[in-house]
């Protein structure tokens, strides 16, 4: 009747349906089921094997030899000791005793921190009892040992074992944890994390959801102590609209380029319209920005990818910049508006392979011929060398023996551009290597207010300060990727930035960037009250390029291994990083530099004797 009553229930839909089980449940049950006894299983083991262990406690009396006595005697004392297991009914806790005196390996865990003391008693019993035995003789007094024995492994069991099945059972349920399928509900329980890019946005990628990927470039966060209060409103506008500008145009699209080591030339034309052409220079349809303005420009670029912010800086402060300084209003009214408009490009050509630090060793010659100059000689590492249409060339005078700069067309006679491959940084700039081998250029095409290398301190002075912004664009925009990637990315059931290791991480990003903005900040203003120094902008340009690798360090460490894809922006940023360190000059030139203005002594030349040695 019961079972008909159920079946009704059950069609009716009476009550509520028993929830399944988990896989944790399952296997937990399982386990009971299989070493939990019952009491009647207890009862019957205990009978049998007590009451051969009390059989062979009588026969001990007639044994014929003391050996023969003691064996028998062993195993009377095992065969209690089993009756002791079944009776707390536990095949884990027979397991686990049986350690005790024959290794088992599977439940060595359970009982490992109580094994001295639980072998000391059971090892003490046997000892007592075996020298009453062979002492007295008594088979009574035998039997009572035997039951303070018992005794013993009962308190052994009662106070040790449940707290190895315990521990057994807990890992058991964590292990099942890790194996259960996700279902409704179990994402949190189980450490699964739900899907952080938005499908069909830019940074969703359908092989890692978990993260948005920087295509979709993160919202700006850096900017932990108001620094944006510093600027002026025209400064803003110009950070707004490169920002916006990078974070649409370029970030979709840049990490293709960079994998395939090839220039987004679609880009440039678009670069028009942010009116930052020109950066500094005034008149000839240039923008006349302010140096902080320009630098914000630059920042921006860098931000989001530092080639883009290379080719401008190339492009704008060295190639315009030097025409703008040392040109005569001929070539300023020829050359500048075109440029600014990014109708011609342009580039820089001082590097030499043989002359790289010092550069004012430079050999590429200039040969005066009739009606104008002829070029010989190579130059090395020219961004936007493979495809600029005006190319400003240092070379030494045969006049003179002084530095000179040319202006160089593609395409000239005698003069060649190829690309320099296997970068790992700085990808998307077309670095160049170039030879002159018996170039003609005309008389119109010498700078005419460049009289010697110094006067590439005029270049390059409001250069490296537009290079020292870059390395704090790349801080941030690492920066802000870190801290998106640590909010999106979950593992052990949370956030990654809920961890200690993951804030101080973020802490020590975020502390830099505020450094190395206001470092930047500061010489923009001195350069823009004509105050600054080439050994300050040196000093800031190497401390910022030191400051900026521990940043993108950080940032690649704590995004793990997509860390190191280009997808989440670090990686590039990383490589990049590099390449910033090194050109303009390297940290450890700029430094010096610098020292030169702290101690007003010189340190570039090694001691005289230091040649004659290493070639020796």
Avoid at 456 to 473: D, E, F, H, I, Y
């Amino acid at each position: 009747m019961a079972g008909f009553m159920d079946r009704v229930k059950a069609l009716v839909g009476a009550g509520p349906p028993p929830e399944p089980e988990t896989l944790p449940q399952q296997l937990l049950r399982t386990v009971d089921e299989a070493t939990t006894l019952t009491w009647k299983q207890r009862a019957i083991g205990f009978g049998i094997t007590f009451g051969l262990g009390l059989l062979f406690s009588f026969l001990v009396r007639s044994s014929g030899t003391a050996r023969r006595s003691s064996l028998m005697f062993l195993w009377t004392l095992q065969m209690t000791k089993f009756a002791v297991l079944y009776s707390f009914g536990s095949v884990l806790s027979m397991g686990s005793t049986m350690f005790l005196v024959g290794p088992t390996k599977q439940c060595k865990n359970m009982v490992q921190p109580h094994r001295a003391l639980a072998t000391v008693v059971y090892l003490a019993s046997i000892a007592a009892t075996l020298a009453v035995a062979f002492t007295i003789g008594s088979a009574i007094l035998v039997i009572f040992l035997l039951i303070i024995q018992f005794m013993a492994m009962v308190w052994y069991c009662v106070t040790y074992i449940p707290a190895g099945m315990e521990a057994a059972r807990d890992r058991l349920s964590v292990l099942a944890a890790h194996l259960a399928p996700p279902g409704d509900g179990d994402d949190a329980a189980l450490g699964r994390q739900h899907t952080a890019a938005a499908v069909g946005s830019r940074g969703f990628s359908s092989k890692f959801p978990q993260a948005t990927t920087a295509a979709d470039f993160p919202a700006a966060a850096h900017d932990a102590l108001a620094l944006d209060a510093l600027l002026t409103p025209e400064e803003r506008d110009v950070r707004r609209r490169v920002r916006a500008f990078a974070e649409s145009e370029i970030a979709p699209i840049i990490t293709d380029y960079w994998e395939r080591a090839e220039f987004p030339f679609e880009l440039v034309p678009k670069l028009s319209a942010l009116n930052i052409g020109g950066g500094t220079i005034k008149g000839n349809g240039c923008a006349g920005l302010s140096i902080t303005s320009a630098a914000m420009a630059t920042m921006e670029l860098a931000r989001v990818d530092a080639s883009c912010a290379t080719f401008y800086l190339v492009h704008t402060f060295l190639a315009m910049l030097t025409i703008a300084l040392m040109g005569n209003e001929e070539q300023k009214a020829e050359l500048l508006p075109a440029m600014a408009a990014n109708k011609l490009v342009g580039c820089w050509a001082l590097t030499e392979p043989s002359n790289g630090s010092d550069a004012s060793g430079l050999t590429a010659t200039a040969t005066k011929v009739t009606g104008g100059w002829q070029l010989d000689g190579a130059k090395r590492w020219i961004g936007n060398g493979t495809w600029a249409d005006v190319t400003v060339v240092w070379a030494r005078s045969s006049v003179d023996g002084q530095v000179n700069a040319f202006l160089v067309r593609k395409g000239a006679p005698g003069f060649a551009a190829t690309k320099i491959d296997n970068k790992i940084a700085l990808r998307c700039v077309q670095n160049a290597d170039m030879a002159f081998d018996r170039c003609f250029v005309p008389d119109a095409a010498r700078l005419p207010g460049v009289t010697g290398f110094r006067d590439t301190n005029k270049v390059l002075a409001l250069s490296r300060v537009m290079v020292a912004w870059l390395p704090v664009g790349m801080a941030m925009g690492s920066y802000d990727m870190a801290a998106r990637y640590l909010r999106e990315r979950h593992q052990f059931g949370a956030p990654l930035a809920s961890f200690q290791l993951m804030q101080e991480k973020l802490g020590r990003m975020l502390g830099n960037v505020q450094a190395m903005f206001l470092m930047c900040w500061r010489l923009s203003k001195l350069a823009e009250a004509g105050t600054m120094s080439h050994e300050q902008a040196s000093l800031v340009k190497a401390w910022n390029t030191l400051r900026g690798r521990e940043v993108v360090a950080l940032a690649r460490e704590v995004l793990g291994g997509n860390g190191v894809a280009a997808d989440f922006h670090v990686a590039k940023a990383f490589c990049d990083m590099e390449a910033i360190y090194t050109y303009e000059g390297t940290y450890e030139i700029n430094m010096l530099v610098a020292g030169r203005g702290q101690t007003g002594l010189s340190a570039f030349k090694a001691h005289p004797g230091a040649a004659k040695g290493a070639q020796r």
